[in-house]
């Protein structure tokens, strides 16, 4: 398996546009997170998944905040209207179930500028 | 909610010699995981090592083996004949295991291990 694959490595943007983060988890993988890290807050979990379903989205920091997970290979998250203090990189993980240890895709590197 | 807390932001340690990084955790649960990850600055999260709550046995992969003292809620990571490879931040983590929402992972601040020639 190629591991957790996310797109695009590297975004910059202008404060006020949307941006879509994506990203594929390891085929058979059940459990989809979303991390955002920064230098200031470490690594956040920001929404998670288990079986496409969402079961924990308190930690999306607002309404410009959106996840979607259509089916069990992808999943999407959103940022509209961005906004420079939502620069950070944003992971992608999953894992087999809630035993095991989550594999981390290689991170979105986000700039709002 | 659970914490995980590294108080180490930074340390350093000569080739070859070994270091041990420190790691605690609040939880009521009984049954739970815990991890090292480590992220180089290539940034890709690697996991380096695991432990399940109920074995007593602390874990072991080659030079980096954990000392868990589930009393405590202690779970530090040792590193022995350390190699430039292994400069890099390290994060503990823990998952707690039963069926209820609450599966994440949750992260410390990180420690930075700086390995001098």
């Known amino acids: 398996d190629a591991g957790v694959i996310q797109s695009p490595r590297h975004e910059v943007t202008e404060m006020g546009q949307e941006v879509t983060l994506r990203c594929k988890p390891i085929s058979g993988h059940d459990y989809l997170f979303w991390y955002r890290q920064t230098m200031m807050r470490g690594l956040e979990l920001l929404i998670y998944f288990n079986n496409n379903v969402p079961i924990d989205d308190s930690g999306m920091p607002e309404d410009r905040f959106s996840a979607k997970m259509p089916n069990a290979s992808f999943s999407t998250l959103k940022i509209q209207p961005s906004e420079p203090r939502d620069s950070a990189v944003y992971f992608c993980?999953?894992?087999?179930?809630?035993?095991?240890?989550?594999?981390f895709g290689q991170g979105t590197r986000l700039t709002v500028v | 909610a659970q914490t995980v807390t590294q108080s180490q932001p930074e340390m350093s340690v000569q080739e070859a010699e070994t270091v041990t990084l420190s790691c605690t955790y609040d939880t009521s649960e009984s049954d739970y995981y815990l991890f090292w990850y480590k992220q180089p600055p290539s940034r890709q999260m690697i996991l380096v090592i695991r432990?399940?709550?109920?074995?007593?046995q602390n874990a072991t992969e080659n030079r980096f083996s954990v000392n868990f003292q589930k009393a405590a809620k202690s779970f530090s990571l040792k590193i022995s004949d350390s190699q430039l490879g292994d400069a890099a931040m390290y994060f503990c983590?823990?998952?707690?295991?039963?069926?209820?929402?609450?599966?994440?992972?949750?992260f410390g601040g990180g420690t930075r291990l700086m390995v001098k020639p």
């Open positions: 432990q399940e709550a109920y074995k007593q």
């Open positions: 983590a823990y998952r707690r295991t039963n069926n209820n929402a609450g599966n994440m992972l949750t």
């Open positions: 993980a999953s894992s087999l179930h809630r035993f095991t240890e989550a594999f």
